[in-house]
Each structure stands twice: as structure tokens, then as C-alpha cells.
């Protein structure tokens, strides 16, 4: 985003370029405070004063099952009730597993994101514990997390949510301050990836980022308005397209539409696909409207709310209620690109210009070929970041060509193949393998580097128990051993499964 790094040089930030370190480096210590008395009062009782007086002029209470909130981190002056309104959307009574506050670093420049995994963080208000083992859980786990000395040293987007939390959470909370140093989309699909396990409603996400930046009161209304709207459909490719196109209109003053890009994009990554979710806004303001601005320079604030929608999710969500005829084109386009490509090495052009939203939903799925009743081959992905058909076409050609447990297809087999295509739901993180159900549940069993899964239709297909079921995936797909899921983590998954 090349006015992402205009902007940079704007505010004049000095950024330190790190491949991230470990979390030997740098004493082990809390994180104090770096925006008191700069973004907030550094003086406790001013603080909880100022607080109590954003709260009460912050929008009430409407969202339910509440799952993510996009906050914004500038000074409470300026955005202080627009973040009480975000805020103030979180059941203030609920325990939560985990509170993960995300931002897109102002301070350095660094791979992936790091996460402070080496004490607590600290505000003018005291303490609130950091999971340092889940930090460390994920940093082991996922290339991607590090942790990153410099990275919170100066930083304030994380830290300006924490007062908040604490002035209206009434039991105890751990959080998982995570900032991101990379300006890469496929890095946020990554982190993505390994979060979204954690997207439920155990967890909570607050995501840090004001919006458009120094264009005049009006164009920041209008500006800010179509990056909301663009989050509001659930899309990142939406909005990486609105950032795009505002990015060469060359509006007077405007340094970036959503300083946090980096986040959002991450939260959207989480949730596209997903008919459960539903994105609200909650307030908007910008500078102008402060008394402490102007209208010739603003920036702009949403608060934004995500929640899980009970009747969506009360319903089988739309991938799962395909027609004949979706789930015909589906298996036709596995089948023509089997064809085309085994043949010609080219992957067949398709116009889904009529396609119905169903097969242009973002969902994961795998392709299963079988060959006189015997499998052939099968890969699949649990995300996407394209449309369901084009999933199923790159999974086609990677199913027969791929599989590394079988030859490649060759042009002779393709009319005896048997195609069986199945769409996935988002994938839920269990805690008992009781939980899981046989038949209903696809099981995921991630250990460090080592993972595998099976899909629902194995338990049915071979007639195993849970401990079957679990032994074989870990043994024969994760190389863990037949008992090595009883230490790792286990997923579950849904599929909607339909074949020639």
C-alpha cells in the first residue's frame, strides 16, 4: 500500500526493520505504560474521571454475541467516545478465555507480527495479565509471531484500549497484545489462519485502528464512510479494492483511508465466509468534531461491532444449502479442469458473471477422487481467500496431481474417476475429544509443525470409534503418533459432502 508508506513519512515515525527475535532478548518485564499523559491522563483518578465521562456519553449497549469490536487508538480527547461507544458493546459481566487486542505497529517495521510475551501490561490503572503461555503457544507454533523488542516500546495502538477495558470489564481478563509490523496481505492471511481458531465466543478480539487521515471535514466523512461500508460486507478483497481506488483519487491531505489496515484486513480474513457473522457499525466522528480540531485536517473514527447472528447460526448457514444445480456446476468445473489440465496443462477460464452468491461464497473445501470405489486422491484447504468455485478448481487440479500418497492422473483415468467435493465450515477449537461427533465432525489435529486431518465422512465411510478416528489422524496424517493428539490441539470442522 504505497500510500500506507507516504503516510509514514508524514507523521515522521523513525521505523526499525527486524526479521524478529525470541523472547530471550530484552529483560523480562512488564510493559509499562508509553502513552499515559500523551494519549491519556497519566493520573489515575483523572483517568478513571475522563473515563467515566466517555462511558456516559458512549453509545449504549445493542450488540449481542459479540465477537469483535474495531476500536479506535488516538487521543482520548479526539476519539475517546467513539472507543467508549466500541467499548461499550462488550458484555461487561462475561469471562472471557482470552482478550486479543491487535494493532498495526506506527513505531517498526518487522516480519510478520510480534507478540509481547514477556510480562504483564501496565497502565495508570494497575495491572492486566498477558496469557504469556498462550503467547508463547502461538509463537512456537507459528512461523509468523515472534516476539519483537522494540515493538511495543513506544507503541500506543495497543495500549490506549487497555484503560477502557479496564473501566468497564467487571471480572478479571487476560490479554494477547499482538502487533503487526508487515504491510503484506498474504502475512495477514496467515496470521489469519493461525488466530481463527481462537474466533469464537470464548474469545474476544479488539481491533486497533482510526480511519482516513488529514483530508478536510467533509472528505473524511465521505472517505470514511466507503471503508466502513467495505468492511460492512465481509470482504477483504472489498476492501483492499476501496483503499485502492481512494488510494488514486488524490484526495487533498489524505495520507492513508484506515491507518490500521494491516488489522482489519486480518479480522476480515477471520470472518469472509462466514454466514454467522454479522459486522455493525456502532459511532462515527473524526477530528473535526472535537474541540480540540479543526475541519481543514481531520482523521477519522469507527467503532465497529462483530457478532455472531443467533438466527444465521440457529439455521444451516447458506454453504450448506446448496441446490442441485450448484452443486451440478460445482462438480462440472471439478471435472472440466481435471480434464483440461491433465491434458493440456491449462486450468479452464470460467465466467461466474450469473453465478449464484452461494458458489462465490469465501469457503474451504476439499476435492475427493475415487477410482472403482478406491481413492485416488484428496486435498482440500479449511480457508479462502477466493470464491467457492475457484476453490474447488485449484483443489481439482491439486487432488490429481498433487496428492503425494499417489501417481499423478493420467489422461486415461479421467473417465473413471468418481468426484466427491466437500465445502467446509470455519473450523471451532475443542477441549475434550468428547466434543467430537462421528460423522458430523471433520477432526484437525495441529501439534508445532505437525498437523493432518480427516474429513467427516471418514468416521462413516470406516465404521471407527472417537479413539480410531483420532489415533489413525494422528499417527497416519500428523506423524504424531496414535496417542499424540492427547497433547495437541484439536479442531473440528463441519462439511456439506455431495458427489457425482
Known amino acids: 500500500m504505497g500510500k500506507f508508506f507516504r503516510f509514514v513519512l508524514i507523521m515522521g515515525l523513525s521505523f526499525t526493520f527486524s526479521n524478529g527475535c525470541s523472547s530471550q532478548e530484552g529483560p523480562k518485564t512488564d510493559r509499562k505504560p508509553a502513552a499515559a499523559g500523551k494519549f491519556y491522563p497519566a493520573n489515575p483518578d483523572t483517568l478513571r474521571a475522563q473515563l467515566a465521562e466517555l462511558f456516559r456519553s458512549a453509545k449504549p449497549r445493542t450488540a449481542q454475541n459479540l465477537q469483535a469490536v474495531i476500536c479506535p487508538h488516538a487521543g482520548y480527547v479526539f476519539s475517546g467516545i467513539v472507543a467508549a461507544s466500541g467499548i461499550n458493546q462488550v458484555d461487561p459481566d462475561k469471562t472471557y478465555d482470552n482478550i486479543f487486542i491487535i494493532g498495526s505497529s506506527h513505531q517498526a517495521s518487522y516480519m510478520g507480527a510480534s507478540i509481547y510475551n514477556i510480562g504483564d501490561y501496565v497502565t495508570p490503572l494497575g495491572k492486566v495479565a498477558v496469557n504469556i503461555q498462550l503467547a508463547n503457544e502461538l509463537i512456537k507454533s507459528n512461523p509468523v509471531f515472534s516476539y519483537v523488542y522494540n515493538a511495543d516500546l513506544n507503541e500506543h495502538s495497543l495500549e ?18 499482538i502487533l503487526l509490523g508487515s504491510q503484506s496481505e498474504q502475512t495477514c492471511k496467515r496470521i489469519a489462519q493461525a488466530l481463527k481458531p481462537y474466533f469464537n465466543g470464548n474469545n474476544l478480539f479488539i481491533v486497533s485502528s482510526d480511519f482516513s487521515h488529514y483530508p478536510p471535514y467533509n472528505e473524511a466523512k465521505s472517505t470514511d464512510k466507503a471503508t466502513c461500508d467495505a468492511i460492512l460486507t465481509n470482504n477483504p478483497d472489498a476492501l483492499m479494492k476501496v483503499l485502492g481506488d481512494y488510494e488514486k483519487k488524490n484526495i487533498p491531505n489524505l495520507a492513508t483511508n484506515l491507518c490500521g489496515w494491516t488489522s482489519v484486513l486480518t479480522l476480515l480474513y477471520m470472518t469472509a465466509g462466514d454466514a454467522g457473522i454479522k459486522i455493525t457499525p456502532v459511532q462515527y466522528m473524526n477530528s473535526g468534531d472535537s474541540k480540540y480540531g479543526d475541519h481543514s485536517q481531520c482523521v477519522g473514527y469507527w467503532s465497529i461491532a462483530v457478532s455472531r447472528n443467533t438466527a444465521a447460526a440457529a439455521t444451516p448457514s447458506t454453504e450448506f444449502n446448496f441446490t442441485k444445480e450448484e452443486k451440478k456446476i460445482l462438480l462440472g468445473i471439478a471435472r ?49 481467500d477466493v470464491p467457492l468455485w475457484k476453490v474447488v478448481q485449484q483443489m481439482a487440479v491439486a487432488s490429481s496431481t498433487e496428492d ?35 460423522g458430523k465432525h471433520g477432526i484437525y489435529i495441529k501439534k508445532g509443525y505437525y498437523s493432518g486431518t480427516f474429513l467427516p465422512q471418514v468416521a462413516t465411510e ?39
Open 404 to 438: 503425494t500418497r499417489f501417481p499423478p492422473v493420467t489422461a486415461k483415468e479421467t473417465d473413471k474417476l468418481e468426484i466427491e467435493i466437500s465445502v467446509l465450515s470455519p473450523m471451532k477449537k475443542i477441549f475434550s475429544a468428547d466434543e467430537i461427533v462421528l
Open 462 to 500: 470406516t465404521g471407527w470409534s472417537r479413539e480410531e478416528f483420532l489415533g489413525h489422524c494422528s499417527r497416519d496424517k500428523a506423524g504424531l503418533g496414535w496417542d499424540g493428539w492427547k497433547d495437541a490441539e484439536l479442531f473440528t470442522y463441519e462439511a456439506c459432502v455431495f458427489g457425482e
Open 160 to 177: 490506549v484500549q487497555v484503560p477502557f477495558l479496564q473501566y468497564h470489564m467487571k471480572k478479571p481478563f487476560k490479554i494477547v497484545p
Open 336 to 384: 472440466s479442469t481435471i480434464v483440461k489440465y491433465i491434458n493440456e496443462h491449462k486450468t479452464p477460464e470460467v465466467d461466474d458473471k450469473n453465478f449464484s452468491p452461494n458458489l462465490k461464497i469465501h469457503s474451504g473445501a476439499f476435492v475427493t477422487l475415487k477410482e472403482n470405489g478406491e481413492l485416488r486422491g484428496c486435498i482440500g484447504r479449511f480457508t479462502a
